[in-house]
């Protein structure tokens, strides 16, 4: 049901080493490493502006990096092989307003060469099927950002890079996207998924703290609230930042 | 069908899809130049013979207006929107999307050069020593031109409000150089010189020598394939300009 492709099918879906980014003279990510096993649903939390956008452009390939290498699925981040085994989700959702949701899910399709039943697929995955021909720019900003989802989700990507999917979105519909990502992994798939809502964290299998461009901890839940001690993952963070306030500048 | 023909297809579709939803923006392309040529017609009204010396150099200039445009906030729409970005993270070749916007607004640029030509000289009487069908290629070719220098263009503007203003920047300029008011060869030296390597002052010949010579002269011809070659460049450096690694 997968994309089979080239590239090892084991080792990590992302590993990064030394990633440094610059953006306008400012140092974003001063060297990160990371791995992000396949299969899982990795949380990217962190407050806003630490660098979480950075770090998901770098994965997907179009950031503009300084130094160090990021390999995504056994090849380099932004390989031409990668492009339709990576979906990418933006912070601001990326669709045409002007088109309904099946036009811009019928565009995205032919450009990936999805299968013919795969829009109707992605747009059953995200709750949509009543507001198929509905312009997107009529969308409610949460309805919107399903639909930018829905296009990343065309083709069954492998990889699944997610920036803040469930902002704005109600608890009901967050519960739901939450089980979708659980099932997409489930079926193999791998999820990067950023978020500034700690309360998230618990749904994921691991989670990357991060701040001012660097991994404060890379966990699974329960594994960082035992160290730290703390009940739950935002008193952990701060907790960490706490405890080491010089490693994080 | 190969896969970037598949995309290039889709793209012109789906620019077309949004062409379709926004039904004012079709009608201003079609008849805004339909609507200039028959105010020059009536302003000229006592003078047919100014009208058939200008009237085709402004059915070369008016789609090269209207076209660029269009085209340049299309453009940038698609860089500011994300769906740019969002396009180069899928296996969209840059071509891919570069020829499927000159596809579909070449389509547009079919219609409106036709509907114009076919007004000007059918209803408003318009007289010219070559053959019309050589009016409408010049006048597809400039609406060509205008759609790939607003595609360039939109690269250099983070804004609408700044697209808008690369018209007065980019092409008035070249509607003063091109000979419409003033022969080129009465220009000051150094203008003249500049003229000769803006792409309008091209159409305009264009255009004066099939109001003037009966029959297709090769030098009319050079003039289309310096208009289609200019589009061709500007398209290519559209390329350049669009970058899968941003800051």
């Known amino acids: 049901m997968m994309n089979s492709s080239a590239g090892p099918a084991d080792g990590p879906a992302i590993s990064a080493e030394g990633l440094v980014v610059r953006r306008g003279g400012t140092v974003v990510l001063p060297g990160l490493d990371l791995t992000v096993e396949r299969g899982t649903v990795t949380g990217l939390l962190g407050p806003s502006g630490c660098g979480k956008t950075t770090l998901l452009r770098s994965v997907v390939g179009v950031q503009r990096t300084a130094a160090g290498t990021v390999t995504v699925l056994g090849l380099p981040a932004g390989a031409a092989a990668l492009r339709d085994r990576v979906g990418y989700v933006t912070q601001a959702p990326s669709v045409y307003g002007d088109l309904t949701v099946g036009e811009n899910l019928d565009y995205f399709a032919a450009v990936l060469g999805a299968p013919p039943g795969d829009p109707d697929r992605v747009i059953a995955q995200v709750g949509l099927d009543a507001h198929r021909r509905t312009p997107a720019a009529r969308l409610s900003g949460g309805q919107r950002a399903r639909v930018s989802l829905a296009a990343a989700l065309l083709g069954r990507p492998e990889l699944l890079v997610l920036d803040e999917p469930t902002v704005g979105l109600d608890p009901v519909l967050r519960q739901e996207l939450w089980r979708l990502f659980r099932e997409l992994a489930a079926g193999g798939a791998t999820l990067l998924v950023s978020s500034h809502v700690m309360d998230e964290a618990t749904r994921c299998d691991r989670l990357l703290l991060m701040r001012e461009g660097r991994l404060l901890a890379h966990d699974t839940p329960a594994a960082l609230l035992a160290a730290t001690g703390a009940p739950d993952v935002e008193t952990a963070f701060l907790t960490l930042v706490r405890t080491a306030p010089e490693a994080a500048r | ?247």
């Open chain 2, 1 to 247: 069908m190969n896969a970037a023909a598949r995309r290039t297809l889709a793209t012109a579709a789906r620019v077309l899809s949004q062409l379709r939803h926004d039904p004012r923006t079709v009608a201003m392309l079609l008849f805004v130049p339909c609507l200039l040529l028959v105010l020059l017609r009536y302003m000229y009204d006592a003078q047919p013979g100014t009208f058939d010396r200008i009237g085709p150099e402004l059915l070369g200039v008016f789609p090269l207006l209207v076209m660029f445009l269009v085209t340049s906030v299309a453009m940038l729409r698609e860089r500011t929107g994300g769906t740019l970005e969002r396009l180069l993270t899928m296996p969209l070749g840059k071509l891919d999307l570069l020829l499927g916007y000159a596809l579909a607004f070449g389509a547009v640029a079919l219609l409106q050069a036709a509907l114009a030509s076919a007004l000007a000289i059918g209803v408003l009487g318009l007289d010219v020593a070559g053959p019309a069908w050589m009016l409408f290629a010049v006048a597809v070719a400039d609406g060509l031109l205008g759609m790939a220098l607003g595609l360039l263009v939109s690269a250099f503007a983070a804004t609408e409000f700044q697209a808008v203003q690369f018209l007065p920047a980019v092409l008035l300029p070249q509607l003063l150089l091109c000979g419409l008011f003033v022969d080129r060869a009465d220009m000051a030296p150094a203008l003249h010189r500049l003229s000769d390597v803006l792409p309008l002052s091209y159409a305009v010949d264009a255009m004066g020598r099939i109001t003037r010579e009966s029959g297709v002269s090769g030098r009319v011809l050079a003039d289309l394939a310096v208009v289609a070659g200019s589009a061709l460049l500007a398209l290519a450096l559209g390329a350049v300009t669009l970058r899968r690694r941003t800051d």
